[in-house]
T-cell receptor
Framework: GQNIDQPTEMTATEGAIVQINCTYQ??????LFWYQQHAGEAPTFLSY??LDGLEEKGRFSSFLSRSKGYSYLLLKELQMKDSASYLC??????????WGAGTKLIIKP | SQTIHQWPATLVQPVGSPLSLECTVE??????LYWYRQAAGRGLQLLFY??????ISSEVPQNLSASRPQDRQFILSSKKLLLSDSGFYLC???????????FGEGSRLTVL
């Protein structure tokens, strides 16, 4: 079967750094997405990785290791507005998105 | 630029009543269209996707159905709602092979 694992909930302090991990077992791999979803709203695109390595975009970075079936999302200089759920999703061999359950990130002052 | 809209935003319906959620995309042609459901605290569950007019693929057997009467219109329906149909419904579109999705605002359905 296909499986995406990520922690259910994490807590971090404003101004700090947090790393949200995602591990996957899927039938094929054609890329990995991270989406941000604020409570009651639709998910919005954060990053896309298809090759190994680190992609940096402002305060957010995403890392991928295809051999390990592993990705992480790194958030720096945390702000209160970063409180949200972060969804990991993998594109499988049929170009279908397989979604993780999401990690709820709580930022404390 | 491309935009996607879905409505209604909020819906409270009794068990056994019908449902119709509508989604339209503007600014793109022949998009792939999707209906997802998200239960509280859970991940996104793909319900239906469509690669063209009249072409609907169902991922989960249930009492819901979808239709695509026009290229940029996607409708989610039910003849008789169940309590378990409550959730947050999201319409999305994509173009190309990367699979990146663009979501509508979402429709929160409560079945009582």
């Amino acid at each position: 079967g296909q499986n995406i694992d990520q922690p259910t909930e994490m807590t971090a302090t404003e101004g700090a750094i947090v790393q949200i991990n995602c591990t996957y077992q899927t039938s094929g791999f054609n890329g990995l997405f991270w989406y941000q979803q604020h409570a009651g709203e639709a998910p919005t695109f954060l990053s896309y990785n298809v090759l190994d390595g680190l992609e940096e975009k402002g305060r957010f970075s995403s890392f991928l290791s295809r051999s390990k079936g592993y990705s992480y999302l790194l958030l720096k200089e945390l702000q209160m507005k970063d409180s949200a759920s972060y969804l990991c999703a993998v594109v499988d061999s049929n170009y279908q998105l397989i979604w993780g359950a999401g990690t709820k990130l709580i930022i404390k002052p | 630029s491309q935009t996607i809209h879905q409505w209604p935003a909020t819906l409270v319906q009794p068990v056994g009543s019908p449902l119709s959620l509508e989604c339209t995309v503007e600014g793109t042609s022949n998009p792939n269209l999707y209906w997802y459901r998200q239960a509280a605290g859970r991940g996104l569950q793909l319900l239906f996707y469509s690669v063209g007019i009249g072409q609907i693929s169902s991922e989960v057997p249930q009492n819901l159905s979808a239709s695509r009467p026009q290229d940029r219109q996607f409708i989610l329906s039910s003849k008789k709602l169940l309590l378990s149909d409550s959730g947050f419904y999201l319409c999305a579109w994509s173009v190309g092979d990367t699979g990146e999705l663009f979501f509508g605002e979402g429709s929160r359905l409560t079945v009582l």
